[in-house]
């Protein structure tokens, strides 16, 4: 039921927006409208959708600006014949959400001798010359995963503790935590940050291994995929990372099929990133370990970025949101319920 929703959401985004994207303003706005033009990753986790709705909210409606969202459906190529699309049509302002660091140095050399500023949301870009680009708004990934680590070594050490010793007096051998991680999609800021951040600890931790990197792409289809085929072969896990949630719910359908318990109380603990609505109220029921929030909502810090460019005030080069991590003991029904995505 939930997909039916959430493919329901995505086309009335899609629908709602075609008066966005349909407009390519050939001549200058007729009623002197700024122009945006807003190359989006895709449409691929509920994060994205979340994000895609605050960016619309945010702009969409506002008469002092013209909106076009072009889709790029998780494709770079369609990123840059998007982008190529807005310097022809004489935007005023460009934003890409890149959906993976590399390759933008050419394109956003072209939007810079089109003298078109350009906003970086969400992921970042690797390019050397940060003046092509007026600032990088979006999350801190390297402190997510991190968090994430920080939590495990937390209660694995409390675990060690309350196993100090065997009811016959002897001490147990120590055993390896062993990992299962679910990739998002390689070559993403995300996915190399919440990566970076497992990679560094299992690296300090001689108990910790990694017993494989499956990639997810961020989305529910291919981390189920991918699990069912994994777990064909190999069912001692003791750790689930994944990179995002929609990853994680297609990971929790192939461990119900395989029979494997999860979450409190179950053989596999669940570390899983974005904490939407859906992944929180798995938390609170006690399926899901930890939720690291990833929040998609910064639309309105992005229209103060864009007001300050048009006031010529100086901007940050990077700004991140706020985030948190959430265990069940931190969530209330009433707290969910009043989240935004
Ligand atoms: C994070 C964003 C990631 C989310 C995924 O800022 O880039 O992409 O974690 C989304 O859900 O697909």
Redesign the pocket.
Known sequence: MRRFFSILLSISMILGLAGCTGAKPTEPSENNAFVIGFSQ??S?????IA?TKSMTDTFAFDADYEFIMENARQKQENQFASVRRFILDGVDLIII?PTVEEGWLTVLTEIHDAGIPVIII??SVAVWDDNLFLTNI??D?LRQGNLAVEWLEKVTAQEAVSEEEEPDGSTPVSTTLKILHLQ??IG???QIQ?TKALEDAVATHEDWLITSQLYGD??EAKAYEVMTEYLKENKDIDVLYS????MTFGAMRALDEAGITYGEGGDVKIIT??A?KEALQYCLDGKINLCVE?N?MFGPQVKDLVEKYRNGDTIPKHVYVDESAYTSKDLTQEFIDARAY
């Open positions: 990753v895709g691929e986790s509920d994060w994205r994000n959400a969400d992921r979006g999350s990934f998002g999609t993403a800021t995300a919440r961020f989305t990179e995002n949630d929609n990133f974005d939407t990833c998609p």
